[in-house]
Every structure is written in C-alpha cells, then in structure tokens.
C-alpha cells in the first residue's frame, strides 16, 4: 500500500518561508520518483519540484532560486522547503510519485495536500 501524507503547510506574510514534508511508505524514494505539485483556485495543477532519480532535480520556473527540494533516504521523506514566499505562490500543495523525468503520476499515488496562503 503506498501512501503520502504532506505536512508543513500554513500562513505566511509575503517574504516568508515554510518547510513542506512528505513522509511516504510502500514507495522507496531512493528509488523512484516523486514530484511536488500545486493548485491555486480556479487555476490548473503546476508542477512545482520533481526528483528525476540521481541526484537530478527540475524545478518549475516560477520557484526556482526560491525553492529547494530535498529528500532523505532514510525516512523515505521528501521536504520543500520554499523561501521568499509571494502571494503568487498560494495554493494546496501535494506530493505525487511520478515516472521519473515526467510530471506523470504512478497510480494515483497522491497525498491529500497541505495549504500554503502568502499574504501581500
């Protein structure tokens, strides 16, 4: 059984930063792939971060120099941490195994999301 569970998520002014996790089981990270995701109101789901497998990591252009994706093996967790936090950058926020180098999801493996709200 693979599941995800995101945490991490919550208020912050613009400039802010959070630290998003997501803990997984019966998906080895080390492995596989795993994506971050996101989705504001009224907008289509973005992919945010991906892990490609070797050390290589895609970041959308909207985050990059402000968000860093990390994973530790060892508790098979991925983190998020997202600096200089902008109002643009609220939305439910997810974690998704995905076939690696794709912004595809395996087997509808998603997490149920956790809120990122920026405020201006």
């Known amino acids: 059984q693979v599941q995800l569970l995101e945490s991490g998520g919550g208020s912050v002014q613009a400039g802010g930063s959070l630290r998003l996790s997501c803990v997984i089981s019966?998906?080895?990270?080390?492995?596989?792939?795993v994506g971050w995701f996101r989705q504001a109101p009224g907008k289509e789901r973005e992919g945010v971060a991906r892990?490609?497998?070797?050390?290589?990591?895609d970041y959308a252009d909207s985050v990059k120099g402000r968000f860093t994706a990390s994973e530790d093996y060892d508790k098979n967790t991925v983190y998020l941490q997202m600096n200089s936090l902008k109002p643009e950058d609220t939305a439910m926020y997810y974690c998704?195994?995905?076939?690696?180098?794709?912004?595809?999801?395996?087997?509808?493996?998603w997490g149920q999301g956790t809120q990122v709200t920026v405020s201006s």
């Open positions: 998704a195994a995905v076939y690696c180098y794709t912004w595809n999801p395996r087997n509808n493996y």
């Open positions: 892990f490609n497998g070797g050390g290589s990591t």
């Open positions: 019966g998906y080895r990270v080390s492995s596989n792939c």
